[in-house]
């Protein structure tokens, strides 16, 4: 299996080229399909989300699809997603994207369509590879229990660590070495604190840290 696991999508040329490695053809012979799910229920203002976009299409790729399986019967999206190089996740929600994934019932076939396909995350949709989502935000968590009765912490466990993007940003005060030392040592898993300039380039079981920034591993 082949992921891109970012804090903030393809923020500089380091990540973007790290995406094409691993689809093994260049940007114009590349197909990505854009699944904003967990945005959907995210508050605030979205101009993070028209930047996540902008930074996608300056790359010149082939074709660009944007899916919300939310909001389309199965018959509609999955001849989309299949036409994809790269299923790209947005970030905002983890718990409202794989609340989506699992009544869609795309996360049932996404390890067959990941055979020949690279899975790329931003944020949220990088957190939704986790062994669960206990990491994501209480913020969102309890937001989404208050609003939609749903509190799963299942996540896809493509990943056998943690994520936690936005290291050391100042609107993620939760997202501090301290605080990652303390969940690492818990949970006994391997934690990644990445900031908004660094990813995770995964091959098989090859992890790969692509940084211009800052990133932590515990």
Do not use: C
Request: hydrophobic share 40%.
């Amino acid at each position: 299996m082949k992921l891109l696991l970012t804090s903030n999508g393809l923020s500089n040329q380091s990540i973007a080229t790290a995406l094409l490695e691993l689809v093994g053809k260049p940007a114009s012979e590349t197909n990505i399909v854009f699944i904003p799910t967990a945005m959907n229920v995210a508050r605030g203002s979205k101009e993070w989300f028209i930047n996540d976009l902008y930074n996608i299409k300056k790359q010149g790729f082939k074709f660009i699809d944007i899916v919300d399986i939310s909001a389309l019967p199965k018959k509609i999206w999955l001849p989309k997603i299949e036409n994809g190089d790269v299923l790209f996740f947005s970030g905002g929600n983890t718990y409202h994207l794989m609340y989506w994934l699992k009544e869609s019932g795309l996360s049932d076939l996404l390890p067959e369509l990941l055979k020949t396909r690279v899975y790329a995350g931003i944020s949220a949709g990088s957190m939704a590879t986790n062994p669960d989502i206990t990491l994501s935000g209480s913020d969102k968590k309890e937001y989404y229990k208050e609003q939609f009765s749903y509190s799963s912490e299942e996540a896809l466990h493509f990943v056998d660590f943690y994520i936690r993007p936005h290291f050391n940003s100042p609107k993620h005060l939760s997202s501090r070495k301290e605080n990652l030392e303390k969940i690492a040592k818990e949970m006994k898993k391997t934690v990644y604190g990445l900031d908004d300039e660094s990813a995770l380039k995964i091959s098989d079981d090859k992890v790969e840290i692509i940084t211009e920034g800052e990133y932590i591993k515990l």
